[in-house]
Structure formats: structure tokens, C-alpha cells
């Protein structure tokens, strides 16, 4: 039905297929050196002419994980039948929304990246944006200079001072809880025990005789922190602060797990954990395209709930929601999904920059809906503001 | 259980010796003596009262052609383990399943070597001056866990390595070996490799990242809640004797209720159990047997929260919607 057409230079199946894996890895998926080649493989086990099987099978053969499979068919549409005029409308939708979704934080100045920004509307609405790239026109340079920009901004954003003052704080707080831990460590200690049973077990290895000595501790039951942190459009102005403090916080030696959200939610967590900062910041910037539109806190909550908080909640884990709470979805939700973190978290702390103005009262809906589930509701507008939590931590 | 079930390579012979794979190791192609089809897979999962999709068929049509393992993902009660179980019910062959835990340590997933018989082999034989220690590290003395089992059989079977995400990371790195080369380093023994590739299924639940170096190593598909038609397909296949309507009916409830804010949302398990309880109590219609509905809720509501979520007014609603 529809002709792709391919630049000139391609010379086959596997020249286009190697341009297929570089479309997909510009797009953010993960592909190896092999990866050509097993779809290569794949295809030759399916009726690679037609085109529903072949999709099938490097779908199979190319996802790695839920988001990359829920994607592929848009990629692999924008890429094999770009020609059509019919396909243009998904794909131009899909570009649009991966062009307009990058968070206003990454941006220092709203006005340095309108220019990219309609420019990148101007090539959404050439149809084959795609197939051209190879041919380096507009559609190539643009998508590569977006994201280029978003790494340059969150460079800036995280300079080596603010990083510094963000780490001493969270480094105090984290004392905060060390500071609890320490006491638990104590009492474990103290168990210190011979295991026979697993000695006995041993030995009969060895022919009867207790030759390796196990013995029996108290596991370490270390406090857990998961800090959620908003980065929709509000939240521009303080979402500085708070990455720095996250990856203070990644990094201050006790367990901690962060997640940035907006109208998605993503484990950050690695992308913190580098210790070149720079790195950090140029993966998170990565990860962070496809952010969209409003804030959706409970629907951000909810499927932290659902998918990794049922490994990263137990009744040790302080969980550290950083947002001003202005939500668009229905704040009832937003009460029901905290009701449900409660009962798996030992604390909830909502940390929220609007707090440290004079005068607030949380008069936002969501706001409202969310206080009688909170341990405690803290202002964090300033590094200055989240370094004088360290005594109401400890309160907790 | 003989030897003759272990193939290993004693790598005493130098270096080039755990290179080459042992006698009678035909190679992974092996297992491929009747080249299946697309269409095949569908039907031979059909016939085991299977429905997948185009392409769930696709993904295991492939893991069985290109030997690679296969990665689902997908919320709890979609039927990830079930595709195991059909499958290898399917080839007619061993379904060898390991369920991870955290904590699962290569002595309950690879092997171990029964210490008590060891010993009182020893102890048997001292009359007659003693055991060879060749002899007590031999295959007698091995206990196979279910990944060597599945490694050491002739007939390819399926290996089903179920919630895969329960289990720590250094257990995951442990697997890579398996997974690539589909042979286990024993160090007594030598290198064991696969005489047949076996049919390896992951399931996972996204409780927990898993390395990309395993997600590289596998296929993947997503298995989602199936749409309204597959899953009147899979209430047909299972339980042939609920009638049109109350089929009908009973679809729809489960599908509204997994669009209502849940904590727990019904899976497939789920809504058999809920039919079969209902064709049991001889249900016809589900607007004329409120008490019945209410009372075998239970079967699709796991949680006191979601149970209070449905009470009957809310059911009415979604009956009423359905009939």
C-alpha cells in the first residue's frame, strides 16, 4: 500500500535496518551493536512482506522494557512508512509531543528556547521528518539540538556551589536519620550468637567436624528515604534546589530512592548515583524528555504505588514528597492514594516551597485533601529552609 | 539419573578444553527438528485452551526459533506463568519452574552436592580402604536444581523462571551465564553445557528495575489485561458451558470494574473463579441474582478497601450498564 521510500545510499534489507536501529537509539531506546543483526534474524523466521508480523517480531526482538514496548509501533511506523501521507498524522503528533514535552526546568531562559521550540514546530508539520534525517535536512538538526540544549541547561542549573550547599543539607538530614539507625544498630549488636544449626548443616561437608563457624546478627534494619519530586512547570523556579538536594541525598551513604514526576513518574535513583556530576545531570536531562503538560500528583503517586513502591515501601521507608501540590487531577485522589502510602510507609513528609512564604495557608484542594495524611507538612523554599529541617527530622 | 544425563568437560585438558562443547552436543540447532510457524503457535496454545495474542504468539514464536529466553511483564493476573504451563503443555514437555525469592542463592537454583550421601559413602567404604575423591564428586552425589535439571534434559523443556524481580540483583547477574551460553561452570565437574536449549520464560512484575545486560539477553512482551473480545475468548476456551449473556455480562462487569480506581484490579484468575462460582450457584443473569453477585465478589475483590469500593449500588450501575 504504501512505498517507503530510503535515501539512495541504502543498499538493502540490512542497511535500512541498521538506519531502523539508529532512528530507534535517537529516539532513546537502548540498542546494542547486535541489536541489527537479531532483527536481521528475527525477520528471516517470520513473513518479514508482512508488514504486521515484521513488526511483531522486532518488537519482540528490539523492546527491552514496558515503555520502549508501548512506544515501538509509533517509531516503527514514523521510520518504515514515513512516505504515506496517511501515517503522517501519528507521527507528527508523536514528534510534536516529544518536542513540547521537555520540562520548563531544563530551560535557564523560557526565551533562549522559544526559537528551537517553534522551530520544531515548523518541522513537525513537514510530514516526513524521519526518512530525511540521513539526508541532513531540517527534521535531523533540529531533533538533535533539543536535547542538546536540554543537557546544556540542567548543567547550569546544578553548578558546583549550589551542589555543594543542596549536599550539606542533605547530608544533615540524612545525619538526621543516621542518627536513629545508629541506636537500632546497638541493640542488634548485642544478639551476636553462634548459629549451630547452620554450623551443624556445614559440617557435614567436612566430614563432621565444625570447621566453619557461622554465627547469627540482628540484621541492620537501615531507615529508607524515597523522595518524590515534582518538576512540572510551577515548580520551575525551585526545581534547582531540589535536584541538587536529591542527588545530595542519593549520595549521603543511607538508603534513599528518588523519582521525579510530572505527569509521568521516573526512577532517577541511577542517573543520581553518578558521581560525575556533570553526567548526572546530562542523563537525567535524557530522561526527562517526554515529560508533558500539567502536574498529575496522584496519578503520579498511584503508579509509583503500583509498580515500584511494592519493593520500595516497607515500615522503615520515610517517603519525602517535595511539590507545591497544584494538581490538576481530583484532590479526593490524591487523599485515597496517600491513605494507601500510609499504610505501607512509616512516614509521609510533604515538603513544600510555598510553605516558606508569609501568610500561606494551604488553600490549593489538593493541599487540603492530602494534610490528614501527612506526618508533617514542611516549608523548603531555600537550600536555607531545607538545612533547618534537620531538627524536625529528627523530631519524626 | 544416570551419568550418561551430564555431559561435563573436565577442564583439567588445558586450556581449549571447556571450549569445546562435549560429544553428542549437536549445537542449539538441535532442538529445531520441526520448524514451527506463526500459525502453529496460536494453534498449539489454543488447543491448551490458551488464547494469546498476535503478539504474545510472536514473542514465543521466536523465543523458540532463535533460542532466546523471553522477558513478560505485565500486571499480576494476566496469565504470564500460565503462557509457561501451556506451552509446555503444548510440546509436550518437562515444565521446570523456579520461583524466586530474595534470597535465592545459587545452591537452590543451580545445585548442590548431597553432603549426607557423600558422607556415608566415606563411611560405607572405609572397610574397603576408602573412596576415590573422583568418585564423590561425580553425578551420583549431585542434586540438581531447577536450572542444572534444565539444562541436563534431552527433550527441550520449558524453563519457567517465574517473578523474576523478587529476586536480588547478584542472583540476576548469576543467570546472565545461563541465559547466553545455556551452560553452568560446575567447579568439581567442569562446564555442563545444554545438550537441547530448553524454552525459557521470565516473568516479572516491575516491582524492581531489572539490569538492562538481562533485558538485552531476552526477548520482551507486555502482556496487558486482554481486550473485551480476548478475554470472551478465554472465558469461552475455560469454561465452555457459561451461555452467550451471562458470558456477555460477566466481561463487562470485570472490564468496568478494572476501569474504577482499585487497589487490586481483577485479573484473569480472577474472572474465571468469579464465572465458575457464578455458573456454579446457576447464575443465568446477572441483573436477576443481585444476592449472588454481591456474595461471590469475593472471588474478584481481594482487598476490605476494594470490596467496599463495589458495594451494591456501584454493581447495579455496572450491571445495569452491561445487560
Redesign the interface.
Given at each position: 500500500m504504501q512505498v517507503t521510500r530510503f535515501p539512495a545510499r541504502a543498499l538493502g534489507l540490512a542497511d535500512r535496518m541498521s538506519g531502523f536501529i539508529a532512528h530507534l537509539r535517537l529516539n532513546g531506546m537502548k540498542m546494542g551493536a547486535l541489536d541489527a543483526g537479531r532483527a536481521l534474524a528475527a525477520l528471516s523466521e517470520v513473513d518479514a512482506t508482512d508488514a504486521n508480523q515484521a513488526r511483531q517480531a522486532m518488537c519482540a526482538v528490539l523492546t527491552g522494557d514496558a515503555e520502549d514496548w508501548r512506544r515501538f509501533d509509533e517509531l516503527f511506523d514514523a521510520y518504515w512508512f514515513n512516505a504515506g501521507a496517511q501515517r503522517s498524522g501519528t507521527a507528527k503528533n508523536k514528534h510534536a509531543r516529544v518536542q513540547s514535552a521537555k520540562p520548563m526546568i531544563w530551560q535557564s531562559s523560557t526565551q533562549a528556547e522559544d526559537k528551537p521550540r517553534s522551530g520544531s514546530e515548523q518541522v513537525t508539520t513537514t510530514p516526513d521528518c524521519g526518512e530525511r534525517e540521513g539526508e541532513g535536512v531540517d527534521g535531523k538538526l533540529i531533533a538533535t539540538r533539543t536535547p542538546n540544549l536540554s543537557r546544556r541547561d540542567l548543567r547550569e542549573l546544578m553548578d558546583e556551589e549550589t551542589l555543594k550547599q543542596a549536599e550539606t543539607a542533605a547530608l544533615a538530614l540524612a545525619r538526621a536519620f543516621r542518627d536513629r539507625r545508629s541506636r537500632r544498630r546497638k541493640q542488634a549488636l548485642r544478639g551476636a550468637a553462634l548459629d549451630m544449626r547452620r554450623i551443624q548443616r556445614a559440617s557435614l561437608a567436612r566430614g563432621g567436624e565444625p570447621l566453619d563457624l557461622y554465627r547469627r546478627a540482628r540484621p541492620p534494619r537501615p531507615m529508607r528515604i524515597v523522595a518524590l519530586c515534582d518538576v512540572s512547570g510551577s515548580m520551575t523556579v525551585y526545581s534547582r534546589v531540589f535536584l541538587a538536594f536529591l542527588k545530595g541525598l542519593i549520595g549521603s551513604g543511607i538508603e534513599a530512592d528518588a523519582y521525579l514526576f510530572h505527569t509521568r513518574l521516573m526512577r532517577v535513583t541511577y542517573a543520581l548515583r553518578d558521581h560525575d556530576t556533570l553526567r548526572a545531570a546530562g542523563r537525567l536531562s535524557l530522561m526527562a524528555e517526554g515529560f508533558g503538560g500539567g502536574t498529575d500528583i496522584s496519578g503520579s503517586l498511584e503508579r509509583f504505588l503500583s509498580g515500584y513502591g511494592a519493593r520500595a515501601l516497607n515500615g522503615r521507608t520515610v517517603v519525602l514528597i517535595l511539590s507545591d501540590g497544584y494538581c490538576s487531577s481530583d484532590p479526593q485522589e490524591l487523599g485515597d492514594v496517600l491513605a494507601r502510602i500510609r499504610r505501607k510507609a512509616r512516614r509521609i513528609v510533604w515538603l513544600n516551597p510555598l510553605k516558606g512564604w508569609k501568610d500561606y495557608q494551604p488553600i490549593a484542594a489538593a493541599m487540603q485533601a492530602a494534610e490528614p495524611y501527612l506526618d508533617a507538612h514542611l516549608p523548603a523554599n531555600t537550600l536555607d529552609a531545607l538545612a533547618a529541617l534537620e531538627p524536625q527530622f529528627q523530631k519524626l | 539419573m544416570g551419568s550418561d544425563r551430564l555431559l561435563p568437560v573436565r577442564p583439567d585438558g588445558g586450556g581449549s578444553a571447556p571450549s569445546e562443547p562435549p560429544p553428542g552436543y549437536l549445537g542449539p540447532d538441535e532442538d529445531r527438528i520441526l520448524v514451527l510457524t506463526?500459525k502453529d503457535v496460536q494453534k498449539g496454545l489454543a488447543a491448551q485452551g490458551y488464547v494469546a495474542d498476535?503478539?504474545l504468539a510472536?514473542?514465543l514464536?521466536?523465543?523458540q526459533?532463535?533460542g532466546r529466553p523471553?522477558l513478560l511483564?505485565?500486571?499480576a493476573g494476566v496469565g504470564k506463568t500460565d503462557v509457561a504451563k501451556a506451552v509446555a503443555a503444548w510440546r509436550d514437555t518437562r515444565l521446570i519452574r523456579l520461583q524466586c525469592y530474595e534470597g535465592l542463592d545459587a545452591s537452590h537454583a543451580i545445585y548442590e552436592?548431597n553432603?549426607?550421601r557423600?558422607?556415608l559413602a566415606?563411611r560405607a567404604s572405609e572397610a574397603q580402604g576408602g573412596v576415590a575423591e573422583a568418585q564423590l564428586f561425580s553425578d551420583e552425589f549431585l542434586l540438581k536444581r531447577p536450572l542444572l535439571e534444565a539444562i541436563s534434559e534431552t527433550k527441550p523443556p520449558v524453563l519457567l523462571i517465574d517473578e523474576i524481580?523478587r529476586a536480588d540483583e547478584e542472583f540476576e547477574a548469576y543467570l546472565l551465564e545461563i541465559l547466553s551460553d545455556f551452560q553452568i561452570t560446575i567447579p568439581e565437574l567442569g562446564t555442563v553445557q545444554a545438550r537441547v536449549r530448553p524454552v525459557v520464560i521470565l516473568t516479572a512484575?516491575?516491582?524492581?528495575?531489572?539490569s538492562?545486560a538481562l533485558?538485552?539477553r531476552?526477548?520482551?512482551?507486555?502482556l496487558d489485561y486482554p481486550s473485551r473480545e480476548t478475554e470472551q475468548a478465554i472465558l469461552r476456551a475455560r469454561l465452555p458451558e457459561i451461555e452467550g449473556i451471562l458470558a456477555r455480562q460477566i466481561i463487562g462487569v470485570v472490564q468496568a470494574l478494572r476501569q474504577e480506581?482499585l487497589?487490586k484490579k481483577p485479573g484473569i484468575a480472577e474472572m474465571l473463579d468469579w464465572a465458575a462460582a457464578l455458573s456454579g450457584l446457576g447464575v443465568n443473569d446477572l441483573a436477576k441474582s443481585r444476592e449472588d453477585v454481591q456474595a461471590t465478589l469475593v472471588c474478584l475483590l481481594k482487598t476490605a478497601?476494594d470490596y467496599n469500593a463495589a458495594p451494591p449500588e456501584v454493581m447495579d450501575r455496572l450491571i445495569g450498564k452491561v445487560a
Amino acid at each position: 500500500m504504501q512505498v517507503t521510500r530510503f535515501p539512495a545510499r541504502a543498499l538493502g534489507l540490512a542497511d535500512r535496518m541498521s538506519g531502523f536501529i539508529a532512528h530507534l537509539r535517537l529516539n532513546g531506546m537502548k540498542m546494542g551493536a547486535l541489536d541489527a543483526g537479531r532483527a536481521l534474524a528475527a525477520l528471516s523466521e517470520v513473513d518479514a512482506t508482512d508488514a504486521n508480523q515484521a513488526r511483531q517480531a522486532m518488537c519482540a526482538v528490539l523492546t527491552g522494557d514496558a515503555e520502549d514496548w508501548r512506544r515501538f509501533d509509533e517509531l516503527f511506523d514514523a521510520y518504515w512508512f514515513n512516505a504515506g501521507a496517511q501515517r503522517s498524522g501519528t507521527a507528527k503528533n508523536k514528534h510534536a509531543r516529544v518536542q513540547s514535552a521537555k520540562p520548563m526546568i531544563w530551560q535557564s531562559s523560557t526565551q533562549a528556547e522559544d526559537k528551537p521550540r517553534s522551530g520544531s514546530e515548523q518541522v513537525t508539520t513537514t510530514p516526513d521528518c524521519g526518512e530525511r534525517e540521513g539526508e541532513g535536512v531540517d527534521g535531523k538538526l533540529i531533533a538533535t539540538r533539543t536535547p542538546n540544549l536540554s543537557r546544556r541547561d540542567l548543567r547550569e542549573l546544578m553548578d558546583e556551589e549550589t551542589l555543594k550547599q543542596a549536599e550539606t543539607a542533605a547530608l544533615a538530614l540524612a545525619r538526621a536519620f543516621r542518627d536513629r539507625r545508629s541506636r537500632r544498630r546497638k541493640q542488634a549488636l548485642r544478639g551476636a550468637a553462634l548459629d549451630m544449626r547452620r554450623i551443624q548443616r556445614a559440617s557435614l561437608a567436612r566430614g563432621g567436624e565444625p570447621l566453619d563457624l557461622y554465627r547469627r546478627a540482628r540484621p541492620p534494619r537501615p531507615m529508607r528515604i524515597v523522595a518524590l519530586c515534582d518538576v512540572s512547570g510551577s515548580m520551575t523556579v525551585y526545581s534547582r534546589v531540589f535536584l541538587a538536594f536529591l542527588k545530595g541525598l542519593i549520595g549521603s551513604g543511607i538508603e534513599a530512592d528518588a523519582y521525579l514526576f510530572h505527569t509521568r513518574l521516573m526512577r532517577v535513583t541511577y542517573a543520581l548515583r553518578d558521581h560525575d556530576t556533570l553526567r548526572a545531570a546530562g542523563r537525567l536531562s535524557l530522561m526527562a524528555e517526554g515529560f508533558g503538560g500539567g502536574t498529575d500528583i496522584s496519578g503520579s503517586l498511584e503508579r509509583f504505588l503500583s509498580g515500584y513502591g511494592a519493593r520500595a515501601l516497607n515500615g522503615r521507608t520515610v517517603v519525602l514528597i517535595l511539590s507545591d501540590g497544584y494538581c490538576s487531577s481530583d484532590p479526593q485522589e490524591l487523599g485515597d492514594v496517600l491513605a494507601r502510602i500510609r499504610r505501607k510507609a512509616r512516614r509521609i513528609v510533604w515538603l513544600n516551597p510555598l510553605k516558606g512564604w508569609k501568610d500561606y495557608q494551604p488553600i490549593a484542594a489538593a493541599m487540603q485533601a492530602a494534610e490528614p495524611y501527612l506526618d508533617a507538612h514542611l516549608p523548603a523554599n531555600t537550600l536555607d529552609a531545607l538545612a533547618a529541617l534537620e531538627p524536625q527530622f529528627q523530631k519524626l | 539419573m544416570g551419568s550418561d544425563r551430564l555431559l561435563p568437560v573436565r577442564p583439567d585438558g588445558g586450556g581449549s578444553a571447556p571450549s569445546e562443547p562435549p560429544p553428542g552436543y549437536l549445537g542449539p540447532d538441535e532442538d529445531r527438528i520441526l520448524v514451527l510457524t506463526l500459525k502453529d503457535v496460536q494453534k498449539g496454545l489454543a488447543a491448551q485452551g490458551y488464547v494469546a495474542d498476535d503478539r504474545l504468539a510472536m514473542a514465543l514464536h521466536l523465543a523458540q526459533q532463535l533460542g532466546r529466553p523471553l522477558l513478560l511483564e505485565g500486571p499480576a493476573g494476566v496469565g504470564k506463568t500460565d503462557v509457561a504451563k501451556a506451552v509446555a503443555a503444548w510440546r509436550d514437555t518437562r515444565l521446570i519452574r523456579l520461583q524466586c525469592y530474595e534470597g535465592l542463592d545459587a545452591s537452590h537454583a543451580i545445585y548442590e552436592w548431597n553432603y549426607q550421601r557423600q558422607l556415608l559413602a566415606i563411611r560405607a567404604s572405609e572397610a574397603q580402604g576408602g573412596v576415590a575423591e573422583a568418585q564423590l564428586f561425580s553425578d551420583e552425589f549431585l542434586l540438581k536444581r531447577p536450572l542444572l535439571e534444565a539444562i541436563s534434559e534431552t527433550k527441550p523443556p520449558v524453563l519457567l523462571i517465574d517473578e523474576i524481580d523478587r529476586a536480588d540483583e547478584e542472583f540476576e547477574a548469576y543467570l546472565l551465564e545461563i541465559l547466553s551460553d545455556f551452560q553452568i561452570t560446575i567447579p568439581e565437574l567442569g562446564t555442563v553445557q545444554a545438550r537441547v536449549r530448553p524454552v525459557v520464560i521470565l516473568t516479572a512484575n516491575g516491582t524492581r528495575d531489572l539490569s538492562d545486560a538481562l533485558r538485552r539477553r531476552c526477548l520482551y512482551s507486555f502482556l496487558d489485561y486482554p481486550s473485551r473480545e480476548t478475554e470472551q475468548a478465554i472465558l469461552r476456551a475455560r469454561l465452555p458451558e457459561i451461555e452467550g449473556i451471562l458470558a456477555r455480562q460477566i466481561i463487562g462487569v470485570v472490564q468496568a470494574l478494572r476501569q474504577e480506581d482499585l487497589e487490586k484490579k481483577p485479573g484473569i484468575a480472577e474472572m474465571l473463579d468469579w464465572a465458575a462460582a457464578l455458573s456454579g450457584l446457576g447464575v443465568n443473569d446477572l441483573a436477576k441474582s443481585r444476592e449472588d453477585v454481591q456474595a461471590t465478589l469475593v472471588c474478584l475483590l481481594k482487598t476490605a478497601a476494594d470490596y467496599n469500593a463495589a458495594p451494591p449500588e456501584v454493581m447495579d450501575r455496572l450491571i445495569g450498564k452491561v445487560a
